[in-house]
């Protein structure tokens, strides 16, 4: 039986909860274990019944902050500093040594493009279609752009050898730099599994290292609430499913739920974690906080959802079959966000906009009347079928294990 690594980066649910899903698809051929920086979300992949091995530096709330920033693009300072960076990659080779794992799978864990490159071991990466060198290929790629704009973004894009200082030396150190000549073509995996579907993207044209897999979406063991349940059947009013995931800062929170004072619907926000009892005592009366819900069961009794861009919360609302309106965190969540909005199933908002509560509110209002969302979202819907990205993910990494 194979050996399997799972490494997500275990702050972040949305995708330690899709490495579940590969790894429940995978465990009847695969012997599957997680390894991590940080024991935010561990209680989720040890109720699956995974072992977990927690790796030193741990990460401290501080440092998810700093990595959040960076991802989101509110700095460019690097969150790893050369000597943390240095720590994760020996003792992610150490654990490789002694695992000795078939193929290791990853989410944004960037030091095991390092230390599974320095092993030679088989890299699978499962990861949203806006971080492909696909992307930036595409005829689509721009395409409210110019011609020339396009072609010479995509050139610089595509030819762009920049690295941090801190990641150039490891690679030159580790004998590695062969495999990072290009700041894109590093960040691909010997495998990527691209979780975004083809509907929304409309390029067929992958590279022969990735392949379509798919949504994969959470199936934690979490039931709807009694009292949401009644609210769910009873309310007379518009439901709304608001949530801005993991990634979220607490004041942006605070910001958006008070912004649905004064509308007629009921909000429904799995945030309650996020807040303090002081700001939940500020919050408007239609406003009704839980912890984690099941996103996927509550949104299909929902009329709309307000969420963030992340690509598992958008592909939630797109299955659930109702319109949402996206407010993205950074370029890839707005990417995301915007395939939607061309489809038809979705409006968008700037973060910095949720100031403008006249806006907010006429956005939400177009949302709820404008039937012409909610009939895309349902086509939508019916395009995607029941697809089973865990299970494509599980099948593609066996065929291409099997071949190494």
């Not at 989410?107 to 499962?126: D, F, Q, W």
Request: proline letters at 5%.
């Amino acid at each position: 039986m194979k050996t399997l690594l799972f490494a997500p980066e275990t702050f972040n649910l949305a995708e330690t909860t899709r490495m579940i899903e590969v790894a429940k698809e995978c465990q009847e051929n695969a012997h599957c274990i997680f390894m991590g920086y940080s024991t935010k979300f561990v209680p989720f992949i040890e109720a699956e019944g995974f072992s977990f091995r927690l790796l030193a530096p741990q990460l401290t709330e501080e440092q998810i902050k700093m990595i959040m920033k960076f991802d989101q693009m509110k700095t460019i300072k690097l969150p790893f500093s050369y000597g943390m960076l240095k720590e994760r990659i020996e003792n992610e080779i150490q654990l490789i040594e002694e695992l000795k794992p078939d193929g290791i799978i990853i989410g944004s864990t960037m030091s095991l493009l390092i230390s599974a490159r320095v092993k030679e071991t088989p890299l699978i990466y499962v990861k949203p279609y806006a971080y492909t060198q696909a992307h930036v290929r595409s005829p689509l790629f721009l395409k409210h752009s110019t011609k020339y704009c396009r072609k010479a973004v995509q050139s610089i894009f595509l030819n762009l050898r920049w690295l941090p200082k801190s990641i150039k030396k490891l690679v030159k150190e580790y004998d590695v730099k062969h495999r990072f000549k290009y700041t894109l073509a590093a960040l691909d995996a010997d495998l990527n599994c691209i979780t975004t579907p083809v509907n929304l993207t409309r390029n067929p044209d992958l590279p022969k290292n990735s392949i379509y897999v798919g949504p994969i979406f959470a199936n934690l063991k979490k039931e709807i609430p009694l009292g949401l349940k009644t609210l769910l059947g009873s309310s007379e009013k518009p439901l709304i499913f608001c949530s801005m995931g993991s990634s979220a800062n607490r004041q942006l929170i605070v910001d958006l739920l008070q912004s649905f004072a004064g509308i007629s619907v009921e909000v429904i926000s799995p945030m309650k974690s996020y807040l303090t009892e002081t700001q939940i005592a500020l919050l408007p009366v239609n406003v009704h906080l839980y912890d984690w819900l099941p996103a996927r069961e509550v949104q299909q009794a929902v009329t709309a959802s307000v969420i963030h861009g992340g690509e598992g919360t958008v592909q939630t609302a797109c299955v659930s079959g109702k319109p949402f309106l996206g407010i993205g965190l950074q370029k890839e969540q707005e990417y995301n966000i915007s395939c939607c909005v061309e489809y038809g199933n979705a409006l968008s908002m700037k973060q910095k906009q949720l100031k403008n509560n006249v806006l907010f509110k006429e956005k939400v209002n177009e949302l709820l009347k404008n039937q012409r969302y909610t009939v895309q979202a349902r086509k939508l819907q019916q395009e995607l079928g029941e697809i089973k990205g865990n299970r494509l993910a599980a099948e593609e990494i066996g065929k291409f294990l099997n071949k190494e």
